[in-house]
């Protein structure tokens, strides 16, 4: 199995960027992906979760207006769309995979596979 992000960079506080995971190796359309975050010196900490079919999804609340989640199975690709940046909102961002679909999830253990990560980093 194997997830790989892209999309992260530099940007400017009130910016947009949109990540993208796209996942190998794996029943895609069955397993619930989410985005995880880990700024340096911080824990990692949940971000969003999308199900397997894309009709159920979950946010914390700081992100929750601002940021999206969504899937194309088609492509086995999963997306996060993050409008207003601010700059708490910079970290490393992973996607993550959970084969089992007992999600979407908010607790990094229920999620069996990862990506290594993007970086995106907000300017003020």
């Known amino acids: 199995v194997q997830l790989v992000e892209s999309g992260g960079r530099l940007a400017q506080a009130g910016d947009s960027l949109r990540l993208s995971c796209v996942a190998s190796g794996l029943t895609f359309s069955s397993s619930a992906i989410a985005w995880f975050r880990q700024a340096p010196g911080k824990k990692q900490e949940f971000v969003a979760a999308?199900?397997?079919?894309?009709?159920?999804?979950f946010y914390r609340e700081s992100v929750e207006g601002r940021f999206t989640i969504s899937r194309d199975n088609s492509r086995n690709t999963a997306y996060l769309q993050m409008n207003n940046l601010k700059p708490d909102d910079t970290a490393v961002y992973y996607c993550a995979a959970d084969p089992k679909e007992t999600g979407p999830a908010p607790v990094a253990s229920e999620y069996d596979y990862w990506g290594q990560g993007t970086q995106v980093t907000v300017s003020s």
């Open positions: 999308i199900s397997g079919a894309g009709g159920s999804t």
